[in-house]
């Protein structure tokens, strides 16, 4: 160590009887008169050091005006403590260090907020005086893990040949996909770059130019409304791959998670990670990126109910849409009539219209809609429930997605509510044969359920242009605890297949080829077979550190509305920056009232 | 590895006798009627395969339709050449593959140049088709160093116990340094973030955060005119440092630069570095980054030609300037009188308006000056400049920045011309003493050198607010070879520094405030003494490749324009996407006039 001899949490047994200097903030002080201890940290730990006339006197009354979190450097001779000091609690709890020389580096104000683990101020201060909430030890501990997850994928990546390569950051605005960021052009008069969503056409170029393997670790952006797990920029680890196939690549991939899990939190997980269809996931789960920790499968109820005398169930299926239901084991006893009541709203949100229940009693099932039903659909139902006393049954009958979204969203909030999900577990899990495309009635057209590169299932190309909603994607999702953690797929790299992707995504020759013209020209000159996929990192480290908030794996983040709270950004800008872009803001309606 | 069985660099002797499976891109194909061979490119390099219809009618029918750039998979049996056949110049050269089956994964067009080392196709069209440029073998191994150094780089710091933490790329625009990219927000009515022109706020603040080794390999930005060796873009290796002082960094730095020479190059480079002050590769080299590859040095004139009879000299001095020499050894005879009143036109860029020069013949010093001085100025000078018969004597005669400037590009083009410069040695370079602010005549003001939040000298702090421009900073530039690798400081950490600075640089107290106030109000609570220093990553990768262009470093680069001529970024944006960010393009001078 350079100035230093020690850092603070390195102070142990061996060292006792050494000179030792040391750095770092006074985490507390206690003042005993002729004698004061002081806890002093760095980033590696606590030692406590002590202040006495016999050391020395001028050192003493220096320290009598240090306060907390004061920066101090400090020298003195290791000492073990005596029996009854000693604290197991800490590292360094059998020695502290008898200081004959200190010196003030820096002081400190009484700050906001205490330094301590799970502080109890509000997110908002925390983030204005963001430097101070980094100094917590389970923020620090948080970023030590980053680094470590960051460095252990580098290294692997490194190990399989893959070379990191960076892509531009300003770069071209397209219409497909979430909102860009723009960035105006000083040099082109209202010319604008777009930050980049992915590098998706990066990479792909990069396998067309024959790096064969390709990954960075790289910052997104998405001006997007946020979400407790979006950021407008974020960061993901972005890899493309020549010459490999799904099945290697997936294999790859579940060996580099493994190895992460292995290596940083020391929990061995399974391979092959267990896989689901896309269909088979929505339809056991009402989730595409379910989680598995726990049962409690959505019921098919469809075929059993399909000539009940509950018309909404009859009219659900009649329209095309299905009937499902959710077992909540255990659950009739323990909510209210208006807690279940209170379901209905908590669904409304998914558009379903109401939410039907049955309670499962002694003497058969119970509830307003149970007249509805014969003896045989009941039996059939308790059936395909497998349903005990006690259970408490709900039922969603609607089209499709309503169905799946809503009860897929009650199977979360109840395995929550009634504690079903193990913590200890980490359930990986890949979703596949996604639909290519799905039908946005906002837009009247189809757009791309992953983006516009992802290839066709070989034996659905032939419907890409007639039935499009039949074709499914040769793309990946990478699941962990109900979490999305990113996405991939083989990409398409014949120019031909890629014009029929832009066709049906309803784009005219003229648009595909001035938005995309230079990557369907490069797949002319012998590009190899590729895919690749993109885990977000924030999301990675959050589940690691087991947070439920990405803000609290990014080191300066934004707020809700993608503000920072600590500099204030964004901001007004002078004139003269506008008018050197050609640009001009467009007054507030209120503004041009008072005009 | 997957799919295929070898790359094709590795097929070597130890193969023979095996069957393989090789991917990749035909480089060459030559037909010789009943016999195909084909040379097949992959990223590790490339072997030659076979076709006859012994092995294979079928694949000797398919590889007759094979085109160069076609990608091709192929199997078959690795057999030793025959003598007179081997290709010392190849890896592969000792053996063959003898193909019995082939696919043809994807086609290609003619290319619109041939992918070879030095190809003389403009750049203009390489930049087009920026992923058949990439495919040459000189750009794969620029990749290929680019990854390894900045692994080895990476390595050597997380060794070091610094720890990788990201920082944001949508920040605050403030108003000192290069000119922002902006970028405008959708939430916040009239609100810009801007693109960080480096992280240097930030890694500040990880310091207040007590983390004490940071280190980002990080994208930066800065809206500039560009020059050959800037783009808008860039990558800096970024390491910030509490606790540690100058001397200690410097150290650090020192040993993982030789440790990249080492392991990248093979170059032992010794330690420590060379050191300049400022004031000193000013006067010697009439340079901040001087090229210590050869000498040539600057001569100091002044005190001897001071009362002499030219009156450009002594009328120069006499307002504060200075005369100072370049002796070019033996150009006397080489260079025209044409030749040499060029100079005149070269150095009027640098603001010079004459350059003097006299040859030293057996009989004196000759040329139009020479009358105007005394036999002792002449004696005096001829020693000065260590005068052998055959030298050219330039003068330069004007305020201090204009005669440096005017001789320190005088002695570079005389370098690359006279061929000077050992191309084999790598030139480490610190320079230190940077002068803490200069003045800037546009905006009557003080501007800082490096930027607002470097430490002034110790013993020149008096000075700040009195006599800004005699203070010192404690920055350390790096130079290799003439160019300047990277630069840093000991940062301010105390408010009332950091005010005083502010005061220096002409900012009101609310201007200091508002822009920068978050800073200040953190160095009040606990802010240890820190520094840190940032390198050009595109840089250092173009000076260790051996390359002159930024671009080659680069996998997509910038034109001069700041347009990627791939994919044709900036471009415009539809008036949707502006109207959600509250902004109007101003039109054009002529349209305005058109309407």
Known sequence: MIGRTHHCGEVLEETIGQKVRLKGWVQTRRDLGQVIFIDLRDRSGIVQVVFQPEFSEEALAIADKVRSEYVIDVEGTVAARSEETINPKMKTGKIEVLIDKIEVLNKSKALPFQIEENVDTSEEIRLKYRYLDLRRPEMQETFKLRHNTTKLIRNFLDDNTFLEIETPMLTKSTPEGARDYLVPSRVQHGGFYALPQSPQIFKQLLMVSGFERYYQIVRCFRDEDLRADRQPEFTQVDIETSFMDKEDLLSMMETMMTKVLKEVKGIEVSTPFERLTYDEAMNRYGSDKPDTRFDMELVELSEIVKDCGLKVFKTAIENGGIVKGLNVKGAALKLSRKEID?????????????????????????????????????????????????????????????????????????????????????????????????????????????????????????????????????????????????????????????????????????????????????????????????????????????????????????????????????????????????????PKKEEKVKA
């Open 342 to 586: 209170d379901l209905a709203k908590f669904v409304a949100i998914y558009g379903a219209k109401g939410l039907a229940w049955l309670k499962v009693e002694e003497d058969g099932l119970k509830g307003p809609i149970a007249k509805f039903f014969t003896a045989d659909e009941i039996d059939a139902m308790k059936a395909a429930f497998d349903a005990e006393i006690g259970d408490l049954l709900l039922f969603a009958a609607d089209k499709k997605k309503v169905v799946f979204d809503s009860l897929g969203a009650l199977r979360l909030k109840f395995a929550k509510e009634m504690d079903l999900i193990d913590k200890s577990k980490f359930n990986f899990l890949w979703v596949t044969e996604f639909p290519l495309l799905s039908y946005d009635e906002d837009e009247d057209r189809y757009v791309a359920e992953h983006h516009p590169f992802t290839r066709p299932v070989k034996e659905d190309e032939e419907f890409l242009t007639t039935a499009p909603e039949k074709v499914r994607a040769e793309a990946y999702d990478l699941v962990l605890n109900g979490y999305e953690l990113g996405g991939g797929s083989q990409r398409i790299y014949e120019r031909e297949l890629q014009e029929n992707m832009f066709k049906a995504l309803g784009f005219s020759e003229e648009e595909a080829r001035s938005q995309f013209g230079f990557l369907m020209d490069a797949f002319e000159y012998g590009t190899p077979p590729h895919g690749g996929i993109a885990l977000g990192l924030d999301r990675l480290i959050m589940i690691l550190a087991g947070r439920t908030n990405l803000r609290d794996t990014i080191a300066f983040p934004k707020t809700a509305s993608a503000s920072d709270l600590l500099t204030n950004a964004p901001s007004g800008v002078s004139e003269a920056q506008l008018k050197e872009l050609n640009l001009s803001v467009i």
